[in-house]
């Protein structure tokens, strides 16, 4: 499976964007996608996820509220859409995939995208 995220960008504060991730190759071996991100000296973290069905969405409790996970599978693509954004969320952003039903641990996704900046600024 091939991942490409796209959709990052320069924001100020208040401000809002939103991120795509378009899916090639082994298709029909993803179920769960998610979103995780990395900041500067700091470790990747959970972001977002959701199941095949997009029945079941997961979200990091600092994103509740703000950011929208979903997936269009006719189109082999999942986005993000980011809200409200602060320089808290100021990250390399990253999509992935997993054979799981569902999860929210990096360990459990083995395949990844190149990853898509995300500046916010104050």
């Known amino acids: 499976v091939q991942l490409q995220a796209s959709g990052g960008g320069l924001v100020q504060a208040g401000g809002f964007l939103r991120l795509s991730c378009a899916a090639s190759?082994?298709?029909?071996?993803?179920?769960?996608m998610g979103w995780f991100r990395q900041a500067p000296g700091k470790e990747r973290e959970f972001v977002a996820a959701i199941s095949r069905s997009g029945r079941s969405t997961a979200y990091e409790d600092s994103v509740k509220g703000r950011f929208t996970i979903s997936r269009d599978n006719a189109k082999n693509t999942m986005y993000l859409q980011m809200n409200s954004l602060n320089p808290d969320d100021t990250a390399v952003y990253y999509c992935?995939?997993?054979?799981?039903?569902?999860?929210?641990?990096?360990?459990?996704?083995?395949?990844w995208g190149q990853g898509t900046q995300v500046t916010v600024s104050s």
């Open positions: 992935a995939a997993s054979i799981a039903t569902m999860s929210v641990f990096l360990e459990d996704f083995n395949s």
């Open positions: 190759g082994r298709i029909f071996s993803i179920n769960v």
